[in-house]
Nanobody, 126 residues
Framework: QVQLVESGGGVVQPGESLRLSCATT????????ITWFRQAPGKEREGISC???????YYADSVTGRFTISRDTAKYTVNLQMNSLEPEDSAVYYC????????????????????WGEGTLVTVSS
């Protein structure tokens, strides 16, 4: 059973914005920290942003100041607002969940996750 479902990917031009969503179950939303990862072709999966059910957040340096993570409690959804997109942001974006109250570098590690979504593709190209 799929516990996390990503949506919102697409093709945009450099400098434009995109918002990704990660829909999940009430149990995961209320008890887990959710992290956005991305994986470009030929590269390792990179953790970029985390938010916990206590609203603790953490960002990788590569997206700090451009991306914002948030929770929609009415929809059990975690959103990732991505601004000033660059071609280097092109990747498949995944969300993962781990049973933790706070976000830290631990939450940005691929092997830390208990659950995964199947990903959504983001392409930034002129």
């Amino acid at each position: 059973q799929v516990q996390l479902v990503e949506s919102g990917g697409g093709v945009v031009q450099p400098g434009e914005s995109l918002r990704l969503s990660c829909a999940t179950t009430a149990d995961i939303f209320n008890n887990y920290a959710i992290t956005w990862f991305r994986q470009a072709p030929g590269k390792e999966r990179e953790g970029i942003s985390c938010i916990s059910h206590k609203n603790s957040t953490y960002y990788a340096d590569s997206v700090t100041g451009r991306f914002t993570i948030s929770r929609d409690t009415a929809k059990y959804t975690v959103n990732l607002q991505m601004n000033s997109l660059e071609p280097e942001d092109s990747a498949v974006y995944y969300c993962g969940a781990v049973s933790r109250t706070i976000c830290s570098t631990y939450n940005l590690r691929e092997y830390s996750m208990n659950y995964w979504g199947e990903g959504t593709l983001v392409t930034v190209s002129s």
